[in-house]
């Protein structure tokens, strides 16, 4: 076989076990002249050592090994390794132990003795099945990084408790209510529970309860039949049917009329539902996670919500800490998003100031997570390349918020309408000097003397 016949194995790294060292060394070296880089070993356990040690992408391992069954070491290797594939080698008389491997998960089985042109293509065919496995589980691992657990931020006990719980709850199919404030991440919460469950590869829909009309949530939901309405020319497949196989993620919840929620207790019984204008059920298999920033409990109580669906969506019922009983998360989650808007907008900064920190940890954050990302992108847009961020850069209420208001020390409150008015013009000293109606060199000189940078 010609090497233009076939691409490059870029770079693929090959395992040869075989306790005939010959025959070992004689594939190295014809897989060492197509380019690949080839590691030997003589038993299995040796094989295994060097497996855990370097990148290896295909194993070309005898059925027979001194030490262990090449049958049984396939399923090991798959084990250790689950993108690696195995390329089992056969005597004539031993052709059924190949068949085993390839069901331990084996790639394919080669008898000793087949000339080149067998051996060769058939480890490109599985260095290249090799190398996109890789590459899909980088990709599940970045994603897993970003929507999973490990994209929650925080060392705190109250956020590491619900993720614990999390976790333990997103591998079944059980029901999750999330309750929280208004910005505690609650859909970042549902996404990571859905990536780490058997779902992961299914559709993930999230759907804000309060963001539609009520006459119109019910089609968005359960989708319509054409004629249903005035303008339903078409069939239209709802999120439930989007999301089917997958998990569907119910924001404010708490928002939903009566006979909306008597519709969604009948998916959460029987996973049916009807279109609006149809006569027919439709079924789907969709997993519910719901949130609400309301205590369903007392809407339930005053006849606001249904008691039977509380009761069905609280099976598992995670509370999210605010930001303000986990304020010793606040500077991870502050430099992570400035790390974050650094790279969108192209500023080189040189950190956040002790002081800036300061503010942030003493501020009373009424919107939470959400409310410290837009600070912190809204202070960045500020800044300039190679600043030191500093409490100068931070609305007034961040940096002033334990002077009292009704201070009537003179310079006290010439101090904090120098800060409002910049705050006003975005840092800009040119407008604010004008503003303030005093020269520019003036400004410089009652900031240097207020300590505002």
Request: neutral net charge; proline residues 2%.
């Amino acid at each position: 076989m010609n090497s233009s016949d076939k691409h490059s194995p870029a770079t693929a790294n090959v395992l040869v076990i075989d306790d005939e060292k010959k025959l070992a060394g004689l594939i190295a070296r014809i897989l060492e002249l197509e380019g690949f880089k080839v590691y030997q070993a003589h038993t299995g356990k040796d094989g295994l050592k060097v497996l855990k040690a370097e990148d290896i992408h295909v194993v070309i391992s005898d059925v027979k090994l001194p030490d262990v069954n090449g049958v049984d070491l396939v399923a090991n290797i798959k084990e250790l390794k689950p993108y690696v594939e195995v390329i089992s080698l056969t005597a004539y008389g031993t052709i059924g132990d190949g068949v085993k491997a390839i069901k331990n998960g084996g790639f394919d089985y080669l008898t000793k003795g087949d000339d080149n042109d067998k051996i060769i293509p058939l480890v490109f065919k599985a260095a290249d099945k090799a190398q996109l496995q890789m590459r899909v589980l980088n990709l599940q691992k970045r994603l897993n990084e970003r929507f999973g657990f490990s994209g929650i931020l925080g060392n705190s006990k109250a956020i590491q408790d619900v993720v614990n719980m999390a976790k333990k709850v997103a591998v079944t199919d059980t029901t999750v209510l999330l309750l929280g404030e208004t910005g505690t991440g609650k859909e970042v919460f549902a996404g990571a529970i859905h990536e780490e469950s058997t779902r992961r590869n299914k559709p993930f829909v999230a759907v804000n309860c309060s963001s539609f009309p009520h006459d119109l949530l019910e089609s968005e939901l359960f989708g319509y039949k054409a004629g249903a309405f005035t303008g339903a020319v078409k069939d239209k497949r709802g999120l439930f049917e989007e999301a089917n196989g997958g998990t569907i993620f119910l924001d404010e919840l708490g928002e939903m009329s009566l006979d909306l929620q008597a519709k969604l207790l009948r998916v959460l019984e029987s996973q049916t539902f009807i279109k609006v204008g149809d006569t027919q059920t439709t079924k789907v298999n969709v997993r519910i996670v719901a949130a609400t920033n309301r205590n369903l409990q007392n809407e339930a109580d005053e006849g606001r919500f249904r008691m039977d669906l509380f009761y069905r969506l609280s099976v598992f019922t995670l509370h999210l800490p605010s930001l303000n009983e986990r304020k010793g998360d606040i500077e991870i989650l502050a430099t992570h998003y400035l790390n974050e808007f650094s790279q969108k907008m192209g500023k080189h900064v040189k950190g956040m100031s002790s002081e800036f920190m300061s503010a942030l940890v003493g501020h009373r954050w009424k919107g939470n997570i959400r409310e410290l990302k837009n600070t912190i992108e809204r202070v960045l847009i500020l800044a300039d390349d190679n600043e030191l961020i500093d409490v100068s850069l931070l609305p007034v209420e961040f940096r002033h918020g334990n002077v009292s208001d009704t201070s009537f020390d003179l310079e006290t409150i010439e101090r904090l309408h120098i800060l409002k008015v910049l705050n006003y013009t975005q840092g800009n000293k040119t407008e604010a000097a004008r503003l303030l109606n005093i020269g520019l060199t003036t400004l410089y000189r009652k900031l240097e003397h207020f300590k505002l940078g």
